[in-house]
């Protein structure tokens, strides 16, 4: 079965710190993705990568950065935290037309 | 066979007139979303409904777990409006969950 590993799974950071979130797949997907749910809201595009070493921009990239080292792994990356970044965090590695999610990352910023 | 069936798969409206989409699942589905790809070919999420109906200015969504399909409503379609739009269903449970997207409808609207 599609494996999509999310660490931490959760996480408090401090304002105006550096968080980094970490996926990992062993589905050997091109395509990997990492969006943000807000509490009654659906999912939203931060960023994505359909190679290694290659990331695009999605729908609300302003504050993030993502890295893609490898096929397995896409990394978030929060250079200075904001309270407005409290979020769960899910990333997704991609077949066909099917989304396989990580379990998430709850990230609260004080 | 497919889990989300999309329909239709082409539409054109005349400005001012509206329509549906309809995407029928073939399990239970524990939500759904409605996306519109933009220019960049990004998804904009439109609506997240896990159960009944949700407005935002000329559309309306609404999901039926239990009936197993979604629909989307245009009314009033502006030129602005057409691009191609996308539902996508909630599947699984926690820890392993999978979003299924639809096949996709590519709305025309014209003068």
């Known amino acids: 079965e599609a494996a999509v590993t999310q660490s931490p799974r959760s996480k408090v950071a401090v304002t105006g710190g550096k968080v980094t979130l970490s996926c990992h797949q062993t589905n050997n997907h091109d395509y990997m993705y990492w969006y943000r749910q807000d509490t009654g809201h659906g999912l939203r595009l931060i960023h994505y990568?359909?190679?290694?070493?290659?990331?695009e921009k999605g729908d609300i990239p302003d504050g993030y950065k993502a890295s893609r080292p490898s096929q397995e792994n896409f990394s978030l990356i929060l250079e200075l935290a904001s309270l407005s970044q409290t979020a769960v965090y899910f990333c997704a590695s991609k077949q066909g037309d099917t989304l396989y999610f990580g379990a998430g990352t709850r990230l609260s910023v004080l | 066979g497919d889990q989300v069936e999309q329909s239709p798969s082409a539409l054109s409206l005349h400005e001012g007139t509206g329509s549906a989409l309809r995407c029928n699942f073939t399990?239970?589905?524990?939500?759904v979303q409605w996306f519109r790809k933009n220019s960049r070919g990004s998804l904009i999420n439109l609506f997240y409904?896990?159960?009944g109906t949700k407005e935002n200015g000329r559309l309306k969504s609404a999901f039926d777990s239990k009936e197993r399909y979604s629909t989307l409503h245009i009314r009033d379609a502006q030129l602005e409006d057409s691009g191609t739009y996308f539902c996508?269903?909630?599947?699984?449970?926690?820890?392993?969950?999978?979003?299924?997207f639809g096949s996709g409808t590519q709305l025309t609207v014209m003068p």
């Open positions: 409904l896990a159960s």
């Open positions: 399990t239970t589905m524990r939500a």
């Open positions: 990568s359909y190679v290694a070493d290659s990331t």
């Open positions: 996508a269903a909630e599947a699984g449970g926690s820890g392993s969950w999978q979003l299924i």
